[in-house]
């Protein structure tokens, strides 16, 4: 059984910048070949913030491209998001996800029912 577990998040202010973290153990990581990061703001449905395909394809929602970046580090199995010029809205619980997608095309943000594996959410504040 995979476990995902997320680390860094915290309080900031807007322009601030944070980094998440999401650690992998148990099972094979690698049979997860599509990994994202989801949100979730207050009263707020969860979200797709970005993924990372096996080939090392990415994608992002649009109200963070240029400011956040998502990478592997397969020796390690860990998954991060950098996140700079941070904004109020950026205010959420943050999730990690994986799932075995079959091809880069199935990666995708706006299916978090395709992942299967979730972490237990790290917190982010960005107050203005």
């Known amino acids: 059984q995979v476990h995902l577990v997320e680390s860094g998040g915290g309080s900031v202010q807007a322009g601030g910048s944070l980094r998440l973290s999401c650690a992998t153990s148990?099972?094979?990581?690698?049979?997860?070949?599509?990994m994202a990061w989801y949100r979730q703001g207050p009263e707020k449905e969860r979200e797709g913030v970005a993924t990372?395909?096996?080939?090392?394809?990415?994608t992002y929602a649009d109200s963070v491209k240029g400011r956040f970046t998502i990478a592997q580090d397969k020796a390690k199995n860990i998954l991060t998001l950098q996140m700079n010029s941070l904004k109020p809205e950026d205010t959420a619980m943050y999730y990690c996800?994986?799932?075995?997608?079959?091809?880069?095309?199935?990666?995708?943000?706006?299916?978090?029912?395709?992942?299967?594996?979730w972490g237990q959410g790290t917190q982010v504040t960005v107050s203005s």
């Open positions: 996800a994986a799932t075995r997608a079959g091809g880069r095309s199935n990666c995708r943000l706006d299916s978090p029912w395709a992942f299967p594996i």
């Open positions: 148990g099972g094979d990581i690698y049979r997860s070949d599509c």
């Open positions: 990372f395909y096996i080939d090392g394809t990415t």
